[in-house]
């Protein structure tokens, strides 16, 4: 009976080792292809559907979420730059791994404390804008919101906003 239970854990921790193991292929191959420019942000789904999205900053991830937004759930995803906009984003979304190739400590301590298995290539400590004299405007945005909805209402606003500045 014991060597049951002891054969019944190694087998559990195998397979889990096997699926962390592919995990970490499936972010390397996501990494990879945002190096090459072939992706801003890629999505693979728990049933192993690939979601590739371009663009400039968080308007690819939030073009993921909201076309679909039942396939986040367990995903794994891999963006250029993860803020806490976007950990928000991740968190309605219900990710279940987050890799930014950019991520501020911000991101990374709120996806984090909510379970959600995180890494980054670099850790900044926030999301800059372009001209880099100040806080990105979407980040900026989500500023004191915990709840990620609120924060995606908010986002849209922005990003309304700033459009209708540029025209």
């Not at 559990?12 to 420019?37: T, Y």
């Not at 999205?53 to 995903?75: C, F, K, N, T, V």
């Not at 850790?123 to 100040?134: E, F, S, T, Y």
Request: aromatic content about 4%; charged content about 20%.
């Amino acid at each position: 009976m014991i060597f049951r239970k002891i054969f019944v854990v190694a087998f559990g921790l195998l397979l889990l080792q096997g699926c962390f193991i592919n995990s970490q292929k499936i972010k390397q191959q996501a990494v990879e292809m945002i190096n090459r420019g072939d992706a801003a942000c890629v999505m693979v789904c728990a049933n192993g559907e690939q979601i590739i999205e371009q663009g400039r900053g968080l308007s690819p991830l939030l073009s993921i979420y909201e076309q679909h937004p039942d396939a986040m759930i367990g995903a794994i995803v891999v963006d250029k730059v993860i803020g806490r906009a976007a950990a928000m984003i991740l968190l309605e979304g219900k990710a279940a791994m987050v890799h930014g190739i950019l991520m501020s400590e911000d991101a990374y301590e709120l996806l984090w404390k909510k379970g959600v298995k995180t890494s980054y290539g670099e850790l900044v400590p926030r999301i800059l804008n372009p001209q880099r004299d100040g806080l990105c405007p979407l980040e900026q945005s989500v500023e004191g919101i915990t709840d990620p909805k609120q924060a995606i209402e908010a986002i849209k606003q922005r990003i309304s906003e700033l459009s209708a500045q540029a025209h």
